[in-house]
């Protein structure tokens, strides 16, 4: 029997226990490594064509009887590779051993047995003995025995997971073969490999490198990298189909290799800043690093590196730059031509952000930047920078001019640059703000002519709401300070006075508007604004107001005593000769000689035809109107849902010509 040095038990205590699947997998990962290397060994630069390994794993899933083998045709364990066996931290491997892989066997698994065929004195003996995890003789049941009729190799047998591995040793075949396939995937796609034969439970066996390399489209070839901070690297570069990143989190992978294995994996999509490629995406790249830098710096598990992720990731900038400029050029030029496409759309919808040429801004947005919102979120910065650089200048300007300083020679051209900047950020705001009323005119348009097709029926309130909804916001009061964001509205709609209006009460009830006040009925719309052209700012008492009620597109019948007349008189009643309470607690009289402009939003047919038979013609010859008498001064006017858009789509062509944008001239 024979005894590792140093203290074994306390050395495994201290090994890092695994967190996941593919971590619990690591000694098994070790086991195979060192097969690979007994391979190289022995048939060195034939390794890949005439080296075998042999995985069979049987009872998956149950803990006490888990049974792995592991064998190989390598060079076996002969004399001095026992020793080195017996002592940890052997150097026997150079570099690329750090004799911590046998002690994770000791911590995974239950029994370790190993039987191995060597040369010795031109004869073929066989070494067979057991690996345990105790504080002495943990080599035992030692024999050697001339053999013959065979070859060299090893076989390595495991049974029974430990407690440490429990929780996460995988169960299932299809977890074991796809971390399988990661872990050594960059050996595998770089044809470093010799055939590795894995079978589970007695199934159809998984052939490697196969299984990987019918991944591979194409081999892109290396790419040289001299880093000031990191030395000589080399970048395998390599275009997989899709699935063979399904194991990794994101689409492009970067493998991280030292000493010919690959230690840490990680996904490079933003740096490379394109998505899959190809025909309907079904490439994605994968690269493979190695180096002297990495080779030194590996742990003793082979796990991770002796740095941190700053470095990683520094390193995996190098890496996609190089693959951007080399093997992954034309796929970036594609898809860059795309995204420019994309964000000319973008600016087409928001041509605030056009405050420089397409190109120039393609190069401000990050590399996989493809959304509306991902390109804003990237130009909102500069664009914040460019209005106050702007408003300095003018600031700059006005101080200037304010001062008793002699005007700079310059000073015409500063002005002069200074208003044409501004003039352009005007405009393209400007763009923006019509574009997205058209926008909204449009759908509306659309909405009304779907409720016309709608049958009349207990349903016409909420129809009615719809449309009511659209245009503002309901249930609630503008100048409630709590509801800003929720008071957003269109109401330029029907009045372009109306477009920022915040005094108007939308489907509240009366006696939450009007001070002492009990009645019940709520307007669809009652607006106070003071400031936009319905009263001076500041004036007392409140001379002008606004009430609109809108109707269903298309309805014909009403209540049998229903009259736009009455209905606004009713309301009139109230509001008249009362106060106004706004959310401040301050109170503003109504006088009795208030002007009421009341609008009703409404198609003339059926019952409402006939009611306002005898009221006058608009200047249109379709709409309607009152003017409002005894007690009440004012007018009420029917508009018709088509003459509504129709206007208001007028008006908007207006603006889209100040803004300097084409316009379609047929007017719907």
């Excluded at 098994?28 to 034939?46: G, K, Q, Y």
């Excluded at 880093?227 to 000589?232: I, R």
């Amino acid at each position: 029997m024979t005894s590792m040095e140093g203290d074994i038990v306390n050395r495994v205590r201290r090994l890092p226990k695994p967190s996941n699947s593919s971590t619990a997998l690591q000694p098994l990962f070790e086991a195979v490594s060192n097969s690979l290397h007994a391979i190289e060994d022995r048939f060195h630069e034939n390794a890949i064509g005439k080296g075998r390994v042999y995985l069979d794993i049987t009872n998956l899933g149950d803990h006490q009887s888990l049974k792995i083998v592991i064998s190989d045709n390598g060079i076996g364990i002969d004399d001095t590779r026992f020793k080195a066996f017996c002592t940890t931290d052997t150097d026997f491997k150079g570099a690329a051993g750090k004799g911590i892989g046998r002690l994770l066997w000791l911590d995974a698994f239950e029994l370790i047995e190993v039987a191995s065929v060597y040369q010795h004195d031109g004869e073929l003996r066989k070494r067979t003995f057991v690996f345990r995890l105790q504080r002495t003789d943990q080599i035992s049941v030692e024999t050697i025995e001339t053999v013959s009729g065979t070859e060299t190799g090893t076989a390595i047998t495991f049974t029974g997971i430990r407690e440490p591995y429990r929780g996460t040793f995988p169960v299932q075949r299809a977890v074991v073969i796809r971390h399988f396939g990661s872990h050594f995937l960059a050996d595998f796609i770089m044809k470093r490999s010799p055939n590795i034969e894995l079978t589970i439970n007695a199934d159809a066996g998984t052939s490697f490198p196969e299984a990987i390399t019918a991944l591979l489209i194409e081999d892109r070839g290396t790419s040289d990298i001299q880093s000031e901070l990191y030395g000589d690297l080399t970048l395998a570069n390599f275009i997989c189909k899709k699935i063979a990143s399904a194991s990794f989190d994101g689409s492009h992978q970067l493998h991280y290799v030292a000493n010919g294995r690959t230690v840490l994996t990680r996904k490079i999509d933003g740096l490379l800043g394109i998505g899959t490629f190809a025909v309907e995406g079904a490439n994605v790249y994968h690269g493979c690093i190695s180096g002297e830098y990495l080779d030194e710096r590996v742990n003793q598990e082979r796990t991770n590196f002796n740095f941190g992720e700053d470095i990683l990731e520094a390193i995996a900038k190098e890496c996609a730059t190089a693959a951007r400029g080399g093997a992954l050029k034309a796929e970036i030029d594609e898809f860059d031509e795309e995204r420019l496409v994309d964000l000319g759309h973008f600016l087409h919808e928001y041509p605030s952000f056009k405050f420089e040429a397409p190109d120039a801004l393609l190069r401000r947005v990050p590399r996989n930047a493809i959304k509306f919102e991902q390109f804003a979120q990237a130009l909102i910065p500069t664009r914040i920078r460019r209005d106050n650089d702007r408003r300095e200048a003018m600031q700059s300007i006005i101080s200037t001019i304010s001062s008793s300083a002699t005007m700079p020679a310059n000073f015409a051209e500063s002005v002069r640059q200074a208003a044409d900047e501004v003039k352009a950020e005007e405009q393209r705001q400007l763009t923006e703000y019509i574009m997205r009323r058209k926008l909204v005119l449009d759908v509306l348009g659309v909405l009304i002519n779907r409720l016309r097709q709608t049958d009349a029926g207990k349903d016409d309130y909420q129809l009615e709401s719809t449309l009511h909804q659209f245009i503002c916001p309901m249930k609630l009061r503008g100048d409630d300070p709590s509801k800003v964001e929720a008071a957003d509205h269109d109401l330029w709609i029907i009045d372009e006075r109306l477009a920022f209006t915040r005094y108007f009460a939308s489907d509240v009830q009366l006696s939450q508007i009007i001070a002492d006040s009990k009645n019940p009925d709520r307007t669809d719309l009652l607006i106070f604004d003071k400031i936009h052209g319905l009263g001076l700012k500041g004036e007392e008492p409140l001379s002008r107001i606004i009430l609109v009620e809108f109707k269903k597109p298309g309805r014909k019948t009403y209540e049998e005593n229903y009259s736009p007349l009455n209905q606004v008189s009713r309301y009139l009643s109230e509001i008249v000769s009362g106060n106004i309470e706004n959310y401040e607690g301050a109170r503003v009289r109504i006088t009795s000689d208030c002007v009421c402009y009341c609008y009703v939003i409404a198609d003339i047919v059926g019952a409402l035809d006939v009611h306002t038979g005898g009221w006058k013609t608009t200047a249109n010859g379709r709409g309607r109107w009152i003017e409002l008498s005894g007690k009440y001064r004012g007018s009420i006017e029917i508009i018709e849902w088509r003459d509504l858009i129709k206007d208001a789509r007028m008006r908007n062509a207006a603006f889209l010509h100040a803004a300097g944008v084409a316009v379609d001239k047929s007017i719907p």
